[in-house]
């Protein structure tokens, strides 16, 4: 009999689990696809590997999660599937942090050079094949606000530094740091002179809405607002007046309060705005790697050793210090 019983509900991730057979036949793998088998598998079962994005699947089969031990999420951020429920179990949830830092961090400076050098007009005026001359804006020298200290925040920090952008770190308290010298607090912020605001936080009660009409008000109608973290950390209809009325320059999304982005956004028709399909973290080889984390995270749980990205379940994320 199996001492350890996993059940796959990340069905992408599949192929990539070929591994688990390697660890011998005390440990027995189920796969589930839907619902039904998800409740089924779970009977009698240690392990989750999951990650359904929306998080309406466990819940709804919650009470076969009885000897449920750990989960391991294959995302970064755990929002969708912190319900009632897990919050206040005993199961244990670590998440695929480190995986996705610096693909997001090269997918921001993406958007900073799209956005500064006016790619997204050069690539429509060759579509018209016109050949229309346009000033552009340098990047260093330029200044960004990166609210998130997590290890997505960091790497952007990080990446943006190397090319000269002057960067400060937000997060929700003043604190010294080791590699930056300071993170500071989001309450004290002072964005009168900021180019580039990029949100790379997790989704909370805290963060939820963070940046409003407020918050977008304080900045100078020059900036750029960016957004790699959870569509909710922004008030959209806020941000989508102040992007209609000139008040900001533009904007970078991957993330989006309802998504799919729905065909009558009005964000779709602004060209001063650019839309990815949350894919900012989705490399090519992402599945290997998330999955290489949680075969290294089994052996630890098999052995009794301290798991890696532990979840702060009352936090929402995995606090760094």
């Not at 036949?25 to 994005?53: I, K, M, T, Y």
């Not at 002179?193 to 407020?214: C, K, N, S, Y």
């Not at 999304?253 to 602004?270: G, H, Q, R």
Request: net charge negative; proline share 5%.
């Amino acid at each position: 009999m199996a001492d350890v019983t996993v059940v796959v509900q990340a069905g992408e991730f599949r192929r990539d689990l070929a591994a688990l057979a390697a660890q011998g036949p005390d440990v027995e793998v189920r796969f589930a696809n839907s619902v039904e088998e998800l409740g089924s598998a779970l009977e009698g079962a240690d392990v989750l590997f999951g990650f359904d994005f929306k998080g309406k699947m466990l819940p709804q089969v919650w009470e076969a999660a009885r000897d449920l031990r750990w989960i391991q999420w294959a995302g970064a951020g755990v929002d969708a599937l912190l319900f009632p429920g897990l919050v206040d179990s005993d199961v244990t949830i670590t998440n695929a942090g480190g995986i996705y830092d610096q693909p997001i961090a090269e997918h921001v400076l993406a958007l900073i050079l799209a956005q500064a050098k006016r790619l997204p007009d050069a690539v429509r005026n060759q579509l018209d094949s016109s050949w229309r001359y346009q000033r552009i804006k340098p990047v260093a020298g330029s200044t960004a606000v990166v609210l998130g200290a997590g290890g997505i925040g960091r790497a952007i920090t990080r990446l943006l530094g190397q090319i000269g952008i002057e960067v400060a770190l937000l997060a929700t308290s003043d604190r010294a740091d080791e590699e930056f010298g300071q993170v500071f607090s989001w309450s004290n912020r002072d964005l009168s002179e900021v180019d580039w605001l990029i949100v790379a936080a997790p989704l909370t009660d805290a963060t939820t809405r963070i940046v409003g009409a407020g918050v977008l008000a304080e900045l100078p109608s020059t900036a750029v607002v960016i957004n790699v973290g959870r569509g909710a950390t922004i008030d959209e209809p806020a941000l989508v007046e102040a992007l209609f009325d000139g008040r900001l320059a533009g904007a970078g999304l991957d993330v989006f309060e309802l998504e799919p982005l729905p065909a009558t956004s009005p964000l779709w028709a602004m060209k001063n705005v650019i839309i990815t399909p949350h894919h900012a973290g989705d490399v090519e080889d992402f599945p290997q790697r998330v999955s290489q984390l949680f075969l290294a995270n089994l052996t630890r749980y098999r052995t009794g050793e301290p798991l890696i990205n532990v979840i702060d379940k009352r936090l929402g994320y995995r606090a760094l210090h």
